[in-house]
């Protein structure tokens, strides 16, 4: 992991959000890109109303951001390499498209942008690029603070997929911090446990030179039998694969996610294929 992709929209969930990749990425001397989206869309037909050109809005964003990138150097020095970016479009393509033209490993965001009000726009981003970006996401929740990540719990349900490749990043994570992991396979309580052996023996292949023990949950309320888990067990950092068709993708619609992203007390990393 070399690389870690910040989006910044100059709030408070972002400041956190921010603060949290700084300390992931001092760990292991990741470089850090800082990129605020703009959507240059307002136009006025008022002459008393000043309206800021698209040069303006990209020079004053920038001057913001490189004000940032000087805290963080007065804060963790030279070693940590920051650089600063200002890109006009949608906040989920034009994220996608940095991460893919820069090589990004991780992105890490917070759930709850600048300007919201209501609980239904909440997050919203960023559980939309939780199910469509092109590398793994860091959601990082209001109230999170960054601790020593000692303890991963991956829940997953039994959808066969290529878990070598999914799993990557999270090796790359446990190896960097040196956590245990948590395998938690989630089911309905009703399907049989046998159900999961395939899936099982796939994520064993892929984690067998990692530290985990394995556990199984059998709830009808799966965000909250997650949250309860990550709670006894004093979790770190929480691990999902929202595949399509998956449990864990319908897990990013109304009702469900603010169930388990917005009353979770530590980071949610969703993978991808």
């Known amino acids: 992991m070399k690389t870690i992709l910040v989006p910044v929209d100059f709030s408070q969930a972002c400041d956190n959000a921010l603060d949290y990749a700084l300390k992931f990425a ?10 605020n989206v703009y ?5 006025s037909t008022d002459p008393y ?8 809005l990209v020079e004053g964003n920038l001057q913001r951001l490189e004000v940032i990138r000087e805290k963080i150097k007065q804060q963790f020095g030279k070693e940590l390499i920051v650089k600063c970016h200002c890109e006009p479009g949608t906040v989920v393509d034009t994220v996608n ?30 559980t939309s690029l939780m199910r469509q970006s092109v590398c793994p996401i860091l959601g990082i929740g209001k109230d999170v ?5 000692e303890r991963i719990v991956l829940a997953t349900d039994h959808q066969d997929a290529d878990y070598q490749n999914i799993l990557k990043p999270l090796k790359d ?4 911090f040196q956590a245990h992991l948590y395998v938690l396979y989630v089911v309905e309580p009703t399907v049989k446990l046998d159900k999961g052996i395939v899936t099982g023996v796939q994520i064993m292949r892929a984690l067998e030179d990692i530290p985990y023990t394995e556990h199984t949950l059998a709830e009808d309320e799966v965000a909250y039998g997650i949250n309860q888990f990550i709670m006894n067990k004093d979790i770190n950092m929480a691990v999902i694969v929202p595949r399509k068709h998956s449990f864990f993708y319908s897990l990013f ?15 949610l990393l969703a993978l991808h294929e």
Do not use: C, R
Request: proline share 5%.
């Open 26 to 35: 001092q760990k292991a001397k990741i470089q850090i890109h800082l990129l």
């Open 39 to 43: 959507d240059y869309a307002f136009v």
């Open 49 to 56: 109303i000043w309206v800021p050109s698209n040069d303006e």
């Open 97 to 126: 498209a940095f991460a893919e033209k820069h090589q990004v490993d991780l992105i890490i965001m917070g759930m709850q942008g600048g300007g919201f009000v209501s609980e239904k726009i909440i997050g919203s981003t960023t």
């Open 145 to 149: 603070k960054f601790n020593p990540i």
């Open 173 to 176: 994570v446990i190896t960097m």
């Open 253 to 267: 619609h109304e009702p469900n996610t603010k169930k388990l992203a917005f009353h979770l007390n530590v980071p």
